[in-house]
């Protein structure tokens, strides 16, 4: 029973960690194509679908979204249609 609470408290501080990273580059992403503004919009939901979940206690779907959001990310930026600002 310990093990299952230390890897919900785990689970939770990697949520708050990917989080609170998410939130300082995601403002510093830029489109660069239409589908680019797809892709961000997507960033954006998820982000947000993440967020709600977290706060509803549901971390496994919390977390699932934020690899999602991170996915997105590194996609877009690998196929050149992101870009950070700076």
């Not at 997507?42 to 779907?61: E, M, P």
């Amino acid at each position: 029973m310990n093990e299952k609470i230390g890897v919900e408290a785990q689970l939770n501080e990697e949520i708050k960690k990917w989080m609170k990273r998410l939130e300082m580059n995601v403002d510093e992403i830029k489109a660069m194509s239409p589908k680019g503004v797809e892709f961000l919009t997507n960033i954006r939901a998820y982000q947000s679908d993440s967020l709600h979940f977290y706060n509803k206690g549901d971390l496994v779907r919390s977390f699932e979204a934020l690899i999602w959001t991170w996915a997105y990310i590194e996609i877009g930026k690998n196929v050149g249609i992101l870009n950070s600002k700076k």
